[in-house]
Nanobody, 115 residues
């Protein structure tokens, strides 16, 4: 069964913004910490943001101050507002539990930052 479905990526110019969305299919959602991960070709997967069931957030230094993670437990959704994007943010973005992801990943959504 699909657990996570991501959307909202696209092509954006440096300095632009995107809002990513993820919907979880299972009822465990409201009980677990969720995160947004990204992975670019040739790079390790990076957990860029996470949010607990009580809305405590943590961010990787690379995105702190630019990205905001939020969640809607009733809708089983988690969001990532991405501002001041730069080329280093180019990657596939995935949602999953955090800091330890489940083995099954969604298809992700591609974010490309380019002039």
């Amino acid at each position: 069964q699909v657990q996570f479905v991501e959307s909202g990526g696209g092509l954006v110019q440096p300095g632009g913004s995107l809002r990513l969305s993820c919907v979880a299919s299972k009822s465990f959602f409201r009980f677990v910490t969720m995160g947004w991960y990204r992975q670019a070709p040739g790079k390790q997967r990076e957990l860029v943001a996470q949010i607990t069931p009580s809305d405590t957030t943590n961010y990787a230094d690379s995105v702190k101050g630019r990205f905001t993670i939020s969640r809607d437990n009733a809708k089983k959704m988690v969001y990532l507002q991405m501002n001041s994007l730069n080329t280093e943010d180019t990657a596939g973005y995935y949602c999953n539990t955090a800091p330890g992801p489940r083995d099954t990943w969604g298809q992700g959504t591609q974010v490309t930052v380019s002039s």
